[in-house]
């Protein structure tokens, strides 16, 4: 029901940022729940941030204080803000979306963001 697509991911030092954008085809406040996962090699699949069409923000401990879920309505995009990266943020990152709860999720291509000096 919905396409995604991922940018903004790359090379950061450790303690840089970086920006992803999730593209949606449809507006996001159609859209129940949007998130970012992230997957690390040799890793399961893990939830990074969610963000709901109301704006209720979700985050995994591990990058809670430093990612920052968000959205802009008007270009259908959901962005997620990393600072302070540490090498283990390495990983491909996926967005998610999913349009009820009743329906399966949508996953983006992924984008590769890797932490190193």
């Known amino acids: 029901q919905v396409q995604l697509v991922e940018s903004g991911g790359g090379l950061v030092q450790p303690g840089g940022s970086l920006r992803l954008s999730c593209a949606a085809s449809?507006?996001?406040?159609?859209?129940?729940?949007m998130g970012w996962y992230r997957q690390a090699p040799g890793k399961q699949r893990e939830l990074v941030a969610t963000i709901t069409s109301g704006g209720s923000t979700n985050y995994a401990d591990s990058v809670k204080g430093r990612f920052t879920i968000s959205r802009d309505a008007a270009k259908n995009t959901v962005y997620l803000q990393m600072n302070s990266l540490k090498p283990e943020d390495t990983a491909v990152y996926y967005c998610?979306?999913?349009?009820?709860?009743?329906?399966?999720?949508?996953w983006g291509q992924g984008t590769q963001v890797t932490v190193s000096s």
């Open positions: 998610k979306a999913r349009t009820s709860l009743s329906t399966p999720n949508n």
């Open positions: 449809i507006s996001i406040f159609s859209i129940n729940v």
